[in-house]
């Protein structure tokens, strides 16, 4: 049986705006970072495992942490408008070239979701690589909000119901729905590559509770994962 290679992509601009030089805020001693670049190297999972930044600072800090960066992102692939996507298949690119190897599979975890686990890893590309016929796979946890049910939208002066189904007036009663949690994001080398959109036909989810799902976006979800981490800090030593 032939061998996966699975390179492991951890992204982190340098110009964060929601939340001022994200990637380098300290949580207890260690730098946002370096949680995620921990997790990474310690499930055992990944042939490599690369930072792709803009910054020389979070590039010398992931590499105290023992991730590799011998590269900085392009201007075109770092602003705030940026999409995430270009920066991923950047980051395989420049792997492929300097490793001189393919990559079977490329794993994107996001530095503003440090709450999930190295079990969330694992299982996560375990069933990416059972599914033969997908394509990429996104975490997502239950929604706290639902659009069918308890969501608003403004229209010129007047505000309505966001209802895509009628006759819904129990929460009980819609649909179920997902939020994309921003934690994990696993892609074929070809699906990569060929410039797919982030969900398609042959995209699937791996499921993670919502106490392991914080994005941190600003100062208040910074401030909850602290107290997260604080109350499970054996889990991140």
């Not at 393919?102 to 969330?120: A, E, G, H, Q, Y």
Request: glycine fraction near 2%; hydrophobic fraction near 35%.
């Amino acid at each position: 049986m032939k061998k996966i290679n699975v390179l492991c992509t951890i992204c982190a601009r340098g110009g964060s705006k929601g939340l001022k030089r994200k990637a380098l805020q300290p949580i207890y001693g260690k730098p946002l970072i370096s949680y995620t670049v921990r997790q990474a190297i310690k499930s055992k999972v990944f042939k490599e495992v690369v930072v792709s930044t803009d910054s020389k600072k979070i590039q010398k800090v992931a590499q105290k942490f023992g991730a590799k960066s011998w590269f900085l992102r392009p201007k075109r692939f770092a602003s705030d408008k940026s999409a995430k996507l270009p920066a991923i298949r950047h980051a395989l690119i420049e792997s492929e070239r300097y490793f001189n190897k393919k990559f079977d599979i490329c794993v994107d975890l996001d530095i503003t979701s440090p709450l999930r686990n190295m079990t969330d890893i694992k299982n996560s590309l375990v069933k990416f690589i059972r599914n033969k016929r997908c394509h990429n796979l996104i975490s997502v946890c239950s929604a706290k909000k639902n659009p069918y049910y308890n969501m608003i939208e403004k229209n010129k002066n007047e505000y309505k119901m966001v209802r895509k189904k009628q006759n819904i007036f129990r929460r009980q009663d819609a649909p179920e729905v997902f939020e994309i949690n921003a934690s994990i994001y696993i892609f074929k080398r070809h699906v990569l590559l060929k410039n797919y959109n982030l969900i398609n036909k042959k995209t699937i989810t791996y499921l993670m509770p919502r106490n392991r799902s914080a994005d941190i976006d600003d100062v208040h979800d910074f401030n909850f994962v602290k107290l997260s981490i604080k109350k499970n800090e054996k889990l991140f030593k």
